[in-house]
């Protein structure tokens, strides 16, 4: 595991561990995410994750650790995840109607969804992806395939 600040130009490496600061994650620095440095001076680098190109400056780049590997991911349903847990959208799995109805409201393949919170009754969940917030039945969740990001061990 290496600094972001110290990952070689042009290789693709997998974010391992990043601060719970909320903007990265909305920018996509969510454990297991695909990220390739693309330029990098003593100040500042850009990189490109989820297909957007970012200028980002050292102090950030030393938060941000990332590793040559893809992690071993463990796949759940997105109803399975508690509030304040984090996963990795990694398949849809319905008819095409409903999966074209949650990837019209952001739920694509890649994005990063935090639970916020859960209804008294524990239905629906409130869910925070792409910088919006999102109420969900757990029956349509259920239907959502994601890599639980791992806690940090620091």
Known sequence: MIKLSQAKVSLTYF?????SNSKLRDLG???GKKVELLNHTATNAIVLISGTRLAID???????LVEE????EQMVDLSDLKPGETGIVRKIETDFA?????????VTRGVGIFVRKLAPLG???????????????????????VAKERKNQS
């Open 69 to 72: 590997k893809q992690l071993d």
């Open 58 to 64: 050292k102090e950030t780049l030393d938060l941000i």
């Open 123 to 145: 239905d629906p969940m409130e869910l925070h992806l792409r910088g919006y917030s999102l109420s969900l039945r757990k029956q349509d969740a259920s239907l959502i395939k």
């Open 15 to 19: 974010v391992a561990a990043s601060p």
């Open 29 to 31: 620095f969510v454990t």
């Open 98 to 106: 409903t999966k074209h109805r949650l990837m019209d409201m952001g």
